[in-house]
């Protein structure tokens, strides 16, 4: 299974980004789909997941900002970014857990797209 995340850029603080996450290869099912995000200097975190009955998780700092959605025909999800603020500058991964079409599981990450917020 490979991943395709885009959507990343420069956003000024306070506007919006959407991120994108194509999932494609021999696959089953999608169970769960995250983003998680790595700023300079510091630990990659969970930002948020969706699951496939739809439940949601979110980092606290972004609750109310961020959505994350999954179009399960496309294979793909999305995460929504409004009210950028400069700390969430970083490069964003999205994961895919999932199972290939001979039932074994699958635990992949995308290569990474970088967000950059200007203040």
């Known amino acids: 299974v490979q991943l395709q995340a885009s959507g990343g850029g420069l956003v000024q603080a306070g506007g919006t980004l959407r991120l994108s996450c194509a999932a494609s290869g021999p696959i089953l099912g999608i169970v769960n789909e995250a983003w998680h995000r790595q700023p300079p200097g510091k630990q990659r975190e969970l930002v948020a997941m969706?699951?496939?009955?739809?439940?949601?998780n979110y980092l606290d700092s972004v609750k109310g900002r961020f959505t994350i959605s999954r179009d399960n025909a496309k294979n793909t999800n999305y995460l929504q970014m409004n009210n950028v603020n400069p700390e969430d500058a970083a490069t964003y991964y999205c994961?895919?857990?999932?199972?290939?079409?001979?039932?074994?599981?699958?635990?992949?990450w995308g290569q990474g797209t970088q967000v950059t917020v200007s203040s």
């Open positions: 994961n895919v857990i999932g199972r290939y079409y001979n039932g074994r599981p699958f635990d992949t």
């Open positions: 969706v699951a496939n009955d739809g439940s949601t």
